[in-house]
């Protein structure tokens, strides 16, 4: 995975991907679970946190996923792992549509202990969330589908993963000494694999960010730019480290990207930027440090042109919009009738 693995590690990082957790299910025919949108699962999953990621590997059985508002249904056999990146209320189920299971508050239940169904087909999954800053994941992971299908069991490292998770969840106290770090561990590997099938399909002449971390040079470039955030390298220091020229560099970020190096890593600090003001009460003039500014006027200006808002004015908004869109969200999760 190389470089690649390097950099959607990195932007995880700072996206904050650092809350997770890993649950068996079992399911029996007919069942229909419905999953709500990612602002009321992260109120019950991850209590500081504002979006989380769904994953669903199948391990035993079928069944078939389906994103709200899309009318395709999804077939899933042993080994297909779905991702939902972008927090998309969604549905399982194996049968015809039926009354599903639906309030976010049953979720942690449904999750931990499954469904009874009908007493038919068995269907078992490993589902898991991680829970993320959604604003940095839009600029990374923004290009992905609404929902994400691999089959994990056509390759070595795909089979290894399946049987390690298999055995973290069954053996593993994630509340014990180190038991979270390797769940945690272990599902970020998942979902960089996830990845990094996803990109090696997509075609030669694809732009946009996912195609640029599988360059090489681009690829190197990115992980070095999210990993030393707070540093202010030069266009000559970020080739050096990358060990190509200057205009080669910058020719392949243009194709790509659409946008010089330093440009892209301008816009990504004032994301972590953003980021730091919803999420912490550190003072504006040390966030501007944290993110490579050397002076608080200097932030304040960048970040007014990128976000048409002062620092301080964004932070204050951004708690309004926030405690609105989860009321709202948790509102139609409970009026939610599936199909």
């Known amino acids: 995975m190389g470089s690649l693995y390097g950099c959607l590690v990195e932007s995880?990082?700072?996206?904050?991907?650092?809350?997770?957790?890993?649950?068996?299910?079992?399911?029996?025919?007919?069942w229909c679970f419905y999953s709500p949108a990612s602002p009321v699962l992260a109120r019950y999953l991850s209590a500081n946190?504002?979006?989380?990621?769904?994953?669903?590997?199948?391990?035993?059985?079928?069944?078939?996923?389906?994103?709200?508002?899309d009318d395709r249904s999804r077939a899933l056999s042993a080994g297909d792992l779905v991702i939902v990146p972008h927090g998309d209320p969604h549905a399982l189920r194996n049968g015809p549509f039926i009354k599903s299971v639906e309030h976010a508050e049953e979720v942690r239940r449904v999750l931990a202990q499954g469904l009874r169904g009908g007493g038919g087909e068995v269907t078992k999954f490993i589902c898991g969330y991680m829970a993320c800053e959604p604003?940095?994941?839009?600029?990374?992971?923004?290009?992905?589908?609404?929902?994400?299908?691999?089959?994990?069991?056509?390759?070595?490292?795909?089979?290894?993963?399946?049987?390690?998770?298999?055995?973290?969840?069954?053996?593993?106290?994630?509340?014990?000494?180190?038991?979270?770090?390797?769940?945690?561990?272990l599902s970020e590997v998942?979902?960089?694999?996830?990845?990094?099938?996803?990109?090696?399909?997509?075609?030669?002449?694809?732009?946009g960010w996912l195609a640029g971390v599988r360059d090489s040079e681009v690829g190197k470039a990115l992980a070095l730019m999210h990993r030393q955030r707070g540093d202010r390298p030069g266009m000559s220091g970020l080739a050096s480290e990358v060990g190509t020229s200057r205009s080669v560099l910058a020719e392949r970020f243009r194709r790509y990207l659409s946008e010089t190096p330093i440009a892209y890593l301008s816009r990504w600090r004032l994301q972590l930027g953003a980021q730091l003001l919803k999420s912490t009460s550190n003072s504006v003039i040390a966030i501007a440090g944290e993110v490579g500014y050397?002076?608080?006027?200097?932030?304040?200006?960048?970040?007014?042109?990128?976000?048409?808002?002062p620092p301080a004015r964004f932070r204050s908004e951004s708690k309004v919009v926030r405690s609105k869109s989860v009321g709202q969200a948790l509102v139609n999760s409970r009026h939610h009738t599936t199909r």
Not at 49 to 61: A, C, M, N, R
Not at 190 to 206: C, D, G, H, K, S
Request: proline share 3%; net charge positive; hydrophobic share 35%.
């Open 12 to 30: 995880a990082d700072g996206g904050q991907t650092r809350r997770h957790q890993v649950l068996n299910t079992e399911f029996s025919a007919p």
């Open 294 to 309: 050397e002076s608080e006027s200097a932030f304040n200006r960048a970040f007014k042109r990128e976000f048409g808002l």
């Open 49 to 69: 946190s504002k979006h989380v990621i769904i994953f669903h590997l199948l391990t035993e059985g079928r069944g078939y996923a389906q994103i709200e508002g």
């Open 135 to 185: 604003q940095l994941y839009r600029v990374v992971l923004g290009g992905l589908p609404h929902l994400l299908k691999v089959n994990i069991r056509d390759g070595a490292s795909g089979q290894w993963l399946e049987n390690s998770l298999r055995y973290s969840v069954d053996r593993v106290d994630a509340s014990g000494p180190g038991g979270g770090t390797v769940l945690a561990k």
């Open 190 to 207: 998942l979902f960089v694999e996830t990845l990094r099938r996803y990109i090696a399909l997509l075609p030669q002449e694809q732009t």
